[in-house]
């Protein structure tokens, strides 16, 4: 072929189609592209857990040519026949989104994708179980309620206009919960009785570890005898005790009515009580003599002898002997001083007005049976289940051979509810030195200190003349110290509610309130527990009350508060948890040490008599 070639002005011409080159204007030689597919169907994105999910695919090409499917990724078990996409959500693919793409190609070869994702809606699964520790390691029971008490956990999601509806569980043979349906999201779920937990989980481990072995009991309730005789004790002044605590569940102690014992080294007696408990499921039982020491110029109580019964065979209703020989307890220290200023700064601000410093309690315990560090404690309730080895004299009754948390399990209530059961407030620091006491026990068991300290916060009460007293705290359980004790957490900052201060009173005219607040200066929480107390008349007597409603729990810094109602006055009280092991959102009672709670409580708040209530479904 010949070309003429000619000298033309340069001209640049711009085209959408396709542009051919070759010689004259012949037929060419060029490539033409194949027409792109157009996809006529809309996703289908509504699914449910275990149900069969099915979009059938379908798109036209201009050119009329066969269209042929493939799923280029979906998740684990979605398959496609011919232009159908089927696929049933797994527990694990559910509330969950779940991208989908499918791959449309003509037979002239064009191409294109179309990609969405499914939410299905699923189920929420509740498991109690509770893991008892005792000698012969660890039992896992679920907790099944009986008949006629609180039902077990429901579930209340939200609504855009901020309404809740109520999901109903269903109870299943292994005694956990479950609730089917549920959308995608967070939601209330109340775990126990008016304690509700603000998470989004498919599964929640509504369980705890448990100090000591179950128990039953037996009904009616019969007279059980035992005729008791230690030896090996040390000589003691008025005041220091023996005691004896079982493998049982917290240590259950068997009261025995045990005397003082003066210049004597043995005691012997004779206890009989009515009781409910199956004595016959108890295997060992622990008998511990304390002693009133002095150091660093204060007065303290530490373990002295202490004797075991092993494989025992009790028996309800009858007499049971118990012969036992206490020895001398191998000697174990720890050096102690307390930072008390950075305690007394860290109770500064924790509501309104001033605070002032109520009481201080510590003491070193073994945690028998858990060598994996667990400990049973929740937010509002002591570490049970303890061996005391070390506290300083004079909390509670005497020498306190009870539990030592019990003085630090009750903050954030009135103080006309649970008083004051601890030491004079360390607000300066302090150092005791080298402290010395008994420890007989196993090296596997931890040792953990305790430490709390407990201040007060007036509330004037709306139209009265009345102040009511909050005791608010800031409790931590730690390993042996090794340096001086200070707060390893402190409260929230700048906490408000509905954008101002929550120690500023307030009047509302609608039930809707939020709650927000800054993370601690110090530590890292996982989470935050409001309780919820309304002033209300008890009864009998028609006493005037500050009384805790409700307690919810979040991983958030915000809180949208629920089933508050009009006409009413509510106090708040914020504790930020600390803890290494626990999930707010998924298993919150699976906790470890260290861990640590701290608390600031609002001004009373009072919403207006026909206030704008929220709906509750």
């Known amino acids: 072929m010949i070309c003429s070639h000619r000298k033309f002005l340069p001209v640049v011409l711009l085209f959408g189609a396709n542009i051919l080159f070759g010689c004259g204007g012949g037929s060419g030689g060029g490539t033409t592209m194949p027409a792109t597919p157009t996809f006529t169907s809309t996703p289908v994105t509504a699914a449910e857990e275990g149900m069969m999910y099915s979009y059938q695919v379908t798109a036209t090409s201009s050119d009329m040519s066969a269209i042929t499917y493939e799923l280029s990724s979906g998740p684990a078990g979605a398959t496609l026949s011919g232009n159908a996409v089927t696929w049933t959500p797994t527990h694990q693919e559910s509330r969950v989104g779940n991208a989908f793409t499918v791959k449309a190609t003509t037979a002239a070869g064009g191409s294109a994708t179309q990609t969405w994702s499914v939410t299905p809606n699923g189920n929420v699964n509740v498991t109690e179980v509770f893991t008892f520790w005792g000698p012969n390691g660890s039992t896992n029971l679920p907790v099944v309620l009986p008949a006629g008490l609180s039902p077990g956990p429901q579930l209340f999601f939200p609504q855009s206009d901020g309404t809740l509806v109520k999901y109903v569980g269903t109870a299943n043979a292994d005694a956990s919960v479950s609730f089917v349906n549920v959308p995608a999201g967070y939601y209330w779920l109340e775990a126990r009785p008016v304690n509700f937990y603000w998470t989004s989980a498919n599964d929640f481990d509504n369980g705890q570890n448990v100090i000591g072995n179950p128990l039953s009991s037996v009904t009616p309730a019969v007279t059980t005898t035992f005729d008791y005789s230690l030896s090996g004790l040390v000589p003691a002044p008025p005041g220091v005790v023996v005691t004896s605590r079982s493998d049982g569940l917290n240590l259950e102690e068997v009261p025995l009515l045990l005397a003082g014992l003066g210049n004597s080294t043995t005691l012997t007696g004779t206890s009989s009580f009515q009781s409910f408990l199956d004595y016959t499921k108890i295997d060992t039982l622990y008998f511990l003599e304390y ?55 860290a109770m500064q601000g924790i509501g309104p007005g001033t605070s002032t410093p109520l009481y201080s309690n510590y003491a070193v315990v073994a945690q028998p049976y858990l060598a994996n560090g667990f400990v049973p404690v929740s937010p509002d309730t002591p570490s049970f289940g303890v061996f005391q080895l070390l506290q300083p004299f004079g909390i509670g009754r005497g020498i306190d051979v009870g539990d030592p948390g019990a003085a630090c399990g009750g903050f954030g209530f009135p103080s006309s509810i649970l008083g004051s059961s601890g030491l004079p407030p360390i607000v300066t620091d302090v150092d005791y030195g080298e402290l010395s006491y008994g420890d007989p026990f196993p090296a596997e068991w931890p040792r953990l200190f305790q430490y709390c300290q407990a201040s007060t916060v007036s509330l004037p009460r709306p139209n009265s003349n009345v102040t009511d007293t909050f005791i608010v705290g800031n409790r931590q359980t730690t390993t042996l110290p090794s340096s001086p004790v200070s707060p ?5 900052q700048n906490p408000t509610l509905n954008g101002a201060s929550l120690f500023q009173a307030a009047n509302l005219n609608t039930t809707s309130v939020n709650l927000s607040w800054e993370a601690p200066a110090t530590g890292q929480p996982y989470g935050y527990f409001v309780k919820v107390f309304l002033l209300s008349t008890l009864q009998p007597g028609g006493t005037v009350e500050y009384v805790q409603t409700f307690r919810y729990a979040t991983a958030k810094t915000t809180m949208q508060v629920p089933f508050l109602t009009a006409g009413n006055t509510y106090v708040f009280v914020i504790s930020a948890e600390m803890d290494p092991n626990a999930n707010i959102e998924t298993s919150p009672g699976r906790t470890k040490v260290p861990n640590a709670e701290a608390s600031v409580v609002s001004a009373p708040i009072t919403i207006a008599t026909g206030a704008m209530a929220a709906v509750r479904h």
């Open 291 to 345: 002693e009133l020491v002095s150091a660093g110029g204060v007065q303290w109580t530490a373990l002295g002898p202490e004797g075991q019964l092993s494989n025992l065979s009790l028996v309800n209703g009858g007499t049971n002997n118990l012969t036992v020989m206490l020895n001398p307890s191998p000697l174990a220290s720890v050096n102690l001083s307390i930072k008390g200023s950075a305690w007394a700064n």
């Open 488 to 492: 390893m957490l402190t409260p929230v």
